[in-house]
């Protein structure tokens, strides 16, 4: 599953980029970098959440580089309304922080990606490129991490339902599966694997919009709202 490591090959479209940060220099710092990286476009910069949200209305970048503690309106915060307003627009979370509150804030929210902030230029681009496609990011022990309280969260789960159904009486227990048709598995695994829809279609031979109706099957069917929680589920489940 390819949530960690980012591919080296680069979209032949630039990228456009806001760069949402509160401080200056890491702003600029971050601006300079990824200027001298052929395929991407900073369009824009916002120095708080507030900003962002209003600059991504005006400039309709494909990618937010979003901080997480920020003044007016934190990262959580703007990425939850730029979620709400712009649904397309791809946002990775750009931090120091790494507490698992913040980390699952920032899922929940919406982010499609979760970097920290010691990631080199080359590797950023690569994420945002995979990002900009479709794909989802998370740095690699942020992803052990979400994958632990998944699991976690699975067993308490299981236990619930055990506990409640204990005091009625003896019943055929029955394991409760998900049921996905051979295309759809090929697509999941796909998604898995890091691949954006766009790449997903042209490795199957079929039309963007068919393998668009297939991941709207595939999240219904697992009942998750976008395609990390389908990989990870997946992969939690043994699907792929």
């Known amino acids: 599953m390819t949530l960690n490591n980012p591919p080296d090959g680069a979209s032949s479209e630039p990228v456009s980029i806001l760069i949402v940060e509160d401080h200056e220099f890491t702003r600029m710092g971050l601006k300079l970098s990824l200027e001298q990286i052929s395929g991407l476009n900073i369009v824009g910069e916002a120095a708080d959440g507030e900003e962002g949200l209003r600059k991504v209305k005006e400039l309709s970048p494909q990618v937010v580089l979003m ?3 920020m003044p007016v ?13 712009a649904p397309d627009v791809r946002v990775i979370m750009l931090t120091s922080h790494k507490s698992d509150q913040t980390i699952f804030a920032a899922l929940s929210a919406g982010a499609n990606g979760y970097c920290l902030k010691n ?3 080359q590797q950023l681009a690569a994420v945002i490129r995979m990002v900009a496609e479709g794909a989802a990011w998370l740095d690699p022990g942020i992803a052990n991490r979400v994958l632990s ?23 055929k227990q029955h394991k409760t599966s998900i049921t996905l048709s051979p295309r759809e598995t090929e697509v999941l695994r796909l998604v898995a694997d890091g691949l954006s ?5 042209e490795k199957l031979g079929l039309g963007l919009e068919t393998v668009k109706t297939h991941m709207r099957h595939i999240m219904e069917k697992l ?18």
């Open 67 to 69: 901080d997480v503690e």
């Open 73 to 85: 309106m934190d990262g959580i915060e703007s990425t939850r309304q730029i979620k709400e307003a």
């Open 119 to 121: 990631i080199n230029a």
């Open 149 to 171: 309280a998944y699991a976690s969260h699975d067993s308490q789960s299981q236990a619930a339902a055990a506990a409640a159904a204990a005091p009625k009486a003896p019943v």
């Open 197 to 201: 829809n766009q790449k997903i279609a």
């Open 223 to 240: 009942a998750v709202s976008d395609r990390t929680e389908a990989a990870v589920k997946a992969m939690k489940q043994g699907i792929v």
